[in-house]
């Protein structure tokens, strides 16, 4: 399975986590979707946009909140450090200016990413201490400029923060405008305490978590972080008409939901067990599925639940068609324009002679043969091969001594006659395949200048059979 996704491209993922405080987690060195889908572990990158606002001078269990914020956050440091492929930076704000008055503009990358920096982490938060306000929404639109350009990487954030934003940005409206342009996929928000506030503001930004009690808060940061640096197992059901996994051999692409980029792009499989194969996925994506069946099947807004095998079931019922003549090649190639029955929009161009495959419903078929061939309501059903045969054509040639002009028709049961083709006027003979049946050629020379010299030619076409009409 192969990424769609471009290696040129840096992989965003932006992780917003808003809290007061950060506890000691254990990450689990998990296999990554993206690990599975190119063959190489990416390189996680976390940015923490640490909160040094005033408010962060303020007392939470018996300490100030910056305080504890530092302890726990050098806690993080210290496992984030054992794991490879993991790089981290420092984005801090309010820490530049006091207030009054209000500096909305204040803050800064303390920390660039490096491999071995979490000391140098350590040492500028030592030094931190809380004075000015609160630019979330400035700081999240500088972030992008704190990751360089890799080829082969994961992009997350952590926003530490015990407040909401303070000066005149909007953080919902830069998430969401990042979102689409595929730098943010699903944010997580913490919000620290129970202020009923929080989650009124954070909640359109991304999916938000309560943590009213520092050891609520502990869990749920745990859980978070582990999403964030963890794939999750997931598998598609293709259901056939009676609710079994067994529909398979489809090209499925998984799409961000936001930015609208290709996550992953693969061939539906059956494992040796008959079962539908197991995926890696990366689980902070909101994906939009399409499987390629005949018409295509989308499901939307799939969100993927964290620390479980996933199961996607669509139901995909499918069936085979197959148009061929009785006999002879006449027609091999000709196309055939497939249409859900009463709808005009084709979905498929299939050749006579060649299978098809279709979910289970009911079709219109054109096929533009001459005459030009109708037939509706067509059924396919599940795992059955609907076999359609139509009458071999005769091959009739149209033989004049001079290029001339006319029109040929086909004659009904009662006499009316159905056009069918104009003849080309340049030349003298021409050769066509037609439907058995009853028609009428209309010709006139070019050269003789009197409708009287119009020839009518009324004559039958055998299946299978050529004949030359004289138009002389």
Known sequence: MKNGTSLSKTRALWLLICLGVLPFINVLDELHAQEITTGLEPTSRILFIFDASNSMAGQWDGARKIDMAREVLFEMLDSLEQLQHVEMALRVYGHQSPVPPQDCSDTKLEVPFGPTNSSMIREKLKYINPKGTTPIAHSLELAPGDFPSCDHCRNIILLITDGIEACDGDPCEVSQNLQKKGIILRPFVIGIGNDPGFKET?????????????????????????????????QINLLDSYSKPSETDVNVVMYDRYSHA?????????????????????????????????????????????????????????????????????????????????????????????????????????????????????????????????????????????????????????????????????????????????YRVIFRRKDLKSIAYSIIEDFLVLEGTPATIKLY
């Not at 008959?274 to 939009?288: A, F, K």
């Not at 045969?389 to 009904?412: H, K, N, V």
């Open 202 to 234: 954070f909640n359109c930004i991304g999916e938000y978590y309560d943590a009213p009690t520092k050891k609520q808060f502990k869990v749920v940061l745990e859980e978070v972080i582990n999403q964030a640096l963890n794939a999750t197992s997931a």
């Open 262 to 438: 290709i996550r992953y792009n693969f061939v539906h499989a059956l494992n040796y067990l008959g079962n539908p194969d197991t995926l890696n996925l990366d689980q902070l994506n909101t994906y939009d599925v399409v499987a390629q069946t005949i018409p295509p099947i989308l499901f939307d807004s799939v969100r993927l639940v964290p620390g479980r095998h996933n199961t996607i079931s669509v139901d995909a019922p499918q069936g085979y068609l197959y148009v061929h003549t009785k006999r002879g090649k006449a027609y091999e190639g000709e196309k055939i324009l497939v249409r859900k029955a009463g709808d005009h929009r084709t979905i498929n161009i299939q050749e006579i002679g060649n299978m098809g495959k279709y979910l289970v419903g009911r079709y219109d078929l054109e096929i533009p043969i001459y005459p030009r061939m109708e037939i509706k309501d067509v059924g396919i059903h599940q795992s059955n091969t609907t076999s359609l045969e139509i009458p071999s054509p005769g091959f009739i040639t149209f033989a004049a001594q001079q290029p001339g002009a006319g029109s040929l028709y086909r004659l009904s049961s009662s006499g009316d006659q159905l056009w069918v083709l104009n003849l080309q006027e340049n030349k003298i003979t021409q050769g066509i395949y037609l439907q058995p049946g009853s």
